[in-house]
Structures are given as structure tokens and as C-alpha cells.
């Protein structure tokens, strides 16, 4: 038999039997090592991300390393899932074009690299059970890590026990609590159903799979619309910088605010720990346990004179006071750092904004002081303003749009699902880039860029996350281990549903019945062009009355999209009148005395940074009981910050003139 192939005649013997081709899958060598390379960057990025956000000095080594393996096998599936596809429809294409005649009366078109033995073919075979192997092993990793790894992980780094045993007991006896709690309300379901609803176990398996994957597919259709709106919205606004600069001036009031509640609680925290120590001698038994607490305070605590509060002589209120510098030091490093952080970003805008005008055309910054040494130094300093000053705000806009229509694409290609079983044909738009796509490289390259844009917007949202003040992903290493577990905890969780989510899109998420009846009828390892992840997880359909719920559900993300971009939950916050949870709105009209107040703390944090004084809180030794906020929100804390420095009329007066003058 002559088989045309690339131009060249390449002869295929009569050893060459059905079923040794059906045991190999063929990948070009130009996929295999761009899949290696993006192998490598994805390693070189998921270390970047765990030096980034870990606590380098509060974590521990194994704590980083579960961590990088789970955010790493997540990050994964953007180079997983083009060459499983890639190479699951490219094995279905050749075995129909190479058996789809059997008389093969007449020579056969071939798609590229359908044959390894083929004259001028730059192939690699890969096994066909290789990729089948990739998702289970990804799988049960990731379900190992979450239901066990993780959760017992983040309660072992949380717990303020002081022996590696105790720690130990006290993170099992959490985490079978709370098993125990969700395996009860499970069995009373279970018994519902089968009392009530006579479901045989097959049908409680299906039923508790599907309510699984609906929780799964409707957490990343809600991360996917925060990332979808956001994004954009945020690098359009960065284009006018005097709203830009209203909004910094707006959250500096809420900032200082919890910076100053968190230095209280620090302060009141090591008073506390100063009088244990003075109550604890050195030969008391829990004395090992107060020097190890002593340790976790900040240096400022060699600057506490006296001690306040109760001291309870028990373990259990060591414990207590061990967690209490826990957190009480961690949050105030995170508040410190987030208002320095918007003060400098807001220093830099307002420089911004000033050297439009300069007649010289160089950036004035006023805590850099840059002097042109040369001619080519004056050039480089005045090809920045002209970026600054007039192509940033465009550049910003343009990516913004080009952002926005690439959102559009997806939006579009979730909300078509449930027409498929209407008119018979799939109307998504990544569908139709793939379909007809011969060439396995550009095939993997369309995948990899859809895919990548879907993840990143899914996985950006589940950063951005935090559980009131508790969980919450900060970078410069201001992470603590319990909130980096909590996070790949999560992107864990909702890999699998993101990629079925990604399948349904290109259409490779419904399986061949027919053909997989073909193959059970013959026996035969008969290629149905379905993806490996298909094969090892199933379709992942959940059926609700005549439809189908993961092809009509994913309809929502465009009402979250719209309800995101048009600021629908800042308005029913408003409505409700919870003022401290509201935002600022980037609109000309916007009025907020918060503004006016934040401007000020701006101009003085500014003349005080300029006087090498530092931060104005830290020239207070303690915040004033005046200063606490008595309803809602609150400017107590804000007027505190005018009025520092003034004599109060308390009993502590004489303490507190002690403490300054040793300052």
C-alpha cells in the first residue's frame, strides 16, 4: 500500500498490523519540547509564587513544598490539557483516514505525522495510556492533598500548642470534628433519600457526584466572572489617574484605621506578655513555655515598662496567649505593610501627575533624587516621561480592550452550551478554532492561550480571596502557612471542574457513545476521539429534569459579569446602609468625605517621610481611647490622627510621658 504523506511516498509493509498502531499515539517533537518548555517555566513560576507569599519566617519547609506541588499540578493543566486533546483527536483523525476504507482501493490522504516510520517525519510515540496515567495520578494527588493533606497541614501550623505531639493531637481532633460533623449531616441525607426517595446506591453515587461537580462548576463560573470584569476594569482606570488618586485617598482612611486597631491589640498583647513574665519566675514550670511566646513578639517589646491585664496560671491560657501574639503580630505586619504600600503608590501618582508640565521632560520623584550623569542618562530619563506622561494611559486602555474582547470570547462560549441541544450544532467560539485545525503544534498553541486565559482569570480571583482577616494571600512574605494551605486547598479543589468547564467549550467534554459501544462490542481499543481526562473522569454530567445542568448553568456567568461591571453588589451595600463595607465608585460625581480626610493623612504622611520621621503612628506610643470608632465605620480614628500628641486627662498620664521620653 502507497500512502501519500507530506509530499513524500512512504510504504507501509504488511507488518505494520492494526493494533500495533493503535497502541502508540504520535506527538510532533516541535509540541513534545514546547511542552517541556512551558514544563519548565511553570516550575521557575511556581516558585516565584510560593518565595513571593510564603512567610519565610514562620513557614516551614514542608509547608512550602505541599503547597508548590499543589499550586504546580494545578498551574499544570494548561500544558496537559492541549496535548491530551492535541493528541487524542490527532490519533482519531489518522486511525479514520488510515482504516476508515478497508479495501483501500485507492491511496489515502494522511494528516502530518500520522506514521512514525514515515520518510521526513519528526515524530515522537507516545503511549496512548500515557496521558490516562497523567490525570489519575493529578487526580488522586490533589484529592489526597485536599481532604487530608491540607486541612490537617493548616491546623498543625495554626495550632499554638508548644510540643510537636500535642500540636499533632490538637490538628487530628479538629479535623475529625469536622468530619465527623459533615458525615453526620451526610447520613441523614443518605437516609432521606433512601427512606423517602427509594434511590438504590448507584443513584446516591451518581446524586452525590453531581452535587460535587455543581458546587465545583458554580465556584469557577463565579471566580471566572470576578476575573473577567476586573481585570480589565482595573487596567482602564489606571488611565485616569485623578480618579485613580481619589481612590487611594479614600482607602487610606480604612487602612490607617486598621493599622491603628491592630498596633493597639500588638501593644495591649506584649503589656499582657510583660505581665506574665513579671508574674512567671525563672523556675516556674511554665517558664519555657512564656520564653518561647517572648520569641514571637516583635522587637518592640523590649521597649514595654509595665505589664497589663489578668494572668491565668494554666496551660490552656498560655496556649491562649501564644496564639494571641500569633495573629496580633502578623496582622499588624500585614496592616503596616498594606498602608505603606498605598501611601508609596500614591506618592508616585502624585509625581506622576506633577511632571506633566516639567519643562525639562524627566520625572521629578520626590524621594528619588536622579541627576543626569550624560547624554545617553538624559535621553533614558526622558524617553520614561514620555512614556509616563503620554503613552501609559493608552497603553493601559488599549490593553484593557483587547482584554475585554478576549472576556467576551469566553462569555459567549459559556453561554451557548445548552443550544447544542437545540440546533445540534456547538456555537462556541474556542470550538471552531480547534475543530478544523490539522496541524497538531498550532492546535496545541490555540488550546494553550485559550486555556491559559481561563485559568489565569479563575486562579487570580481565588488569590484575591480572603476570609475576613483570618485567610488571606498578601505577597512579601507576609502569608502565614494556615492561609497559603487554605489556597491550595482551593485551586486543588476546583482544577478538575475548570478543565471539564474548558472541555465543554472546545467540545470534548460530551463522550461517543456510539463509538464507545463500537468498542465494546468489538473489543478492540478503537480511538473515539475523546480526551484522556475524559476517559478517566466521565462525562461529569449532571441531568436536571430534561437538561443537562453543566451545559445551561454556565449561563449565569454573564448576569455575574454584568452585576461585577456594573457595581450591583457596592449598590445593595449601599442600600443597606453598611457604610463601613462600601467602596469607592470611580465616578466623577462621587462624593465622599472619606476624601477629604484621606488627602490629609496623605499630606502628612508625606512632610513626615520627608523629615525622616517615619509613619505618623509610629510617632504615638499607644493609639487613644478617644480614637475608638463607636458606631459603624467611624473617623475616631481618623480624628485621633489630627490630634495626636495632645496631654490626656487619664491615670496613665504618668506611664505614658515615661514610655515617650524612653522612646
Not at 453 to 468: G, K, M, P, T
Not at 633 to 656: A, I, Q
Request: overall charge positive; charged content about 20%.
Amino acid at each position: 500500500v502507497r500512502v501519500s504523506f507530506c509530499g513524500n511516498e512512504a510504504r507501509v509493509g504488511s507488518s505494520l498490523h492494526k493494533s500495533n498502531f493503535l497502541k502508540m499515539d504520535v506527538v510532533g517533537l516541535d509540541t513534545l519540547l514546547l511542552c517541556i518548555l512551558c514544563g519548565i517555566i511553570l516550575i521557575l513560576f511556581t516558585s516565584f509564587l510560593v518565595r513571593r507569599y510564603s512567610d519565610r519566617a514562620h513557614s516551614r519547609w514542608f509547608v512550602d513544598g505541599l503547597v508548590w506541588i499543589g499550586w504546580f499540578m494545578s498551574f499544570a493543566i494548561v500544558v496537559f490539557i492541549p496535548l491530551d486533546v492535541a493528541s487524542s483527536r490527532h490519533e482519531y483523525q489518522c486511525h479514520r483516514a488510515f482504516y476508515g476504507n478497508e479495501t483501500l482501493d485507492e491511496p489515502l490522504s494522511l494528516p502530518p505525522n500520522c506514521l512514525a516510520e514515515s520518510e521526513g517525519s519528526s515524530v515522537f510515540e507516545l503511549e496512548t495510556q500515557t496521558m490516562s496515567h497523567v490525570w489519575k495520578a493529578l487526580y488522586w494527588t490533589t484529592f489526597v492533598l485536599c481532604w487530608i493533606g491540607y486541612p490537617v497541614l493548616q491546623s498543625f501550623m495554626n495550632a499554638a500548642h508548644f510540643t510537636l505531639q500535642e500540636r499533632v493531637i490538637q490538628a487530628l481532633k479538629e479535623n475529625l470534628i469536622y468530619y465527623a460533623v459533615l458525615g453526620g449531616i451526610g447520613v441523614v441525607i443518605i437516609l432521606y433519600l433512601v427512606v423517602k426517595r427509594d434511590l438504590a446506591f448507584s443513584e446516591l453515587l451518581a446524586a452525590s457526584m453531581a452535587v460535587s461537580n455543581a458546587w465545583g462548576l458554580f465556584v469557577v463560573i463565579a471566580l471566572l466572572s470576578y476575573g473577567l470584569v476586573e481585570i480589565p476594569k482595573r487596567l482602564w482606570r489606571q488611565g485616569d489617574r485623578t480618579l485613580t488618586l481619589k481612590a487611594y485617598q479614600f482607602e487610606l482612611v480604612g487602612l490607617l484605621e486598621n493599622l491603628e486597631k491592630a498596633k493597639k491589640e500588638l501593644d495591649d498583647t506584649m503589656k499582657l506578655v510583660k505581665k506574665y513574665e513579671d508574674a512567671i519566675g525563672k523556675e516556674h514550670a511554665f517558664r519555657e513555655y512564656l520564653d518561647q511566646v517572648i520569641k514571637k513578639c516583635p522587637s518592640e517589646y523590649g521597649k514595654v515598662l509595665y505589664g497589663e491585664g489578668a494572668v491565668d496560671f494554666g496551660y490552656g491560657a498560655m496556649v491562649s496567649l501564644h496564639s494571641r501574639v500569633m495573629y496580633a503580630t502578623l496582622d499588624y505586619r500585614r496592616c503596616r505593610w498594606l498602608y505603606e504600600t498605598k501611601l508609596t503608590k500614591a506618592y508616585e501618582l502624585e509625581d506622576k501627575m506633577a511632571s506633566k508640565g516639567n519643562p525639562e521632560r524627566m520625572m521629578r520623584w520626590t524621594f528619588l533624587e536622579r541627576v543626569p550623569k550624560s547624554g545617553w542618562q538624559r535621553l533614558m530619563y526622558q524617553v520614561e516621561w514620555l512614556w509616563i506622561v503620554f503613552l501609559e494611559k493608552w497603553t493601559l486602555r488599549f490593553l484593557s480592550l483587547l482584554y475585554i474582547l478576549a472576556a467576551l470570547c469566553v462569555i459567549w462560549s459559556e453561554g451557548v452550551f445548552w443550544l447544542y441541544e437545540l440546533v445540534g450544532t456547538n456555537l462556541s467560539i474556542f470550538y471552531w478554532m480547534v475543530k478544523d485545525e490539522n496541524d497538531m503544534l498550532r492546535q496545541w498553541l490555540i488550546m494553550f492561550i485559550s486555556v491559559s486565559f481561563i485559568a489565569f482569570n479563575a486562579y487570580w480571583s481565588l488569590f484575591q480571596i480572603r476570609v475576613f482577616n483570618i485567610f488571606r494571600l498578601l505577597p512579601n512574605q507576609l502569608t502565614d502557612p494556615g492561609s497559603l494551605c487554605y489556597s491550595a486547598y482551593y485551586v486543588c479543589r476546583f482544577t478538575a471542574p475548570l478543565v471539564y468547564n474548558y472541555l465543554l467549550m472546545i467540545g470534548d467534554g460530551v463522550r461517543n457513545e456510539e463509538c464507545l459501544q463500537l468498542r465494546k462490542t468489538t473489543g478492540e481499543n478503537i480511538p473515539c476521539g475523546e480526551s484522556a481526562f475524559v476517559q478517566v473522569m466521565g462525562a461529569m454530567n449532571t441531568v436536571v429534569g430534561n437538561f443537562t445542568f453543566n451545559n445551561f448553568f454556565p449561563i449565569i456567568l454573564g448576569f455575574l459579569c454584568a452585576a461585577n461591571l456594573f457595581n450591583v453588589w457596592t449598590r445593595l451595600i449601599r442600600a443597606f446602609c453598611l457604610r463601613r463595607f462600601s467602596r469607592f465608585t470611580y465616578d466623577n460625581d462621587f462624593n465622599d468625605e472619606r476624601i477629604d480626610h484621606g488627602k490629609e493623612i496623605l499630606r502628612k504622611e508625606k512632610n513626615l517621610k520627608q523629615r525622616g520621621l517615619g509613619l505618623s503612628i509610629d510617632q504615638r506610643p499607644e493609639v487613644s481611647e478617644k480614637a475608638k470608632p463607636k458606631t459603624g465605620f467611624g473617623m475616631g480614628s481618623v480624628k485621633s490622627f489630627f490630634s495626636w500628641g495632645k496631654k490626656e486627662d487619664t491615670k496613665k498620664d504618668k506611664w505614658r510621658q515615661i514610655e515617650l521620653e524612653e522612646v
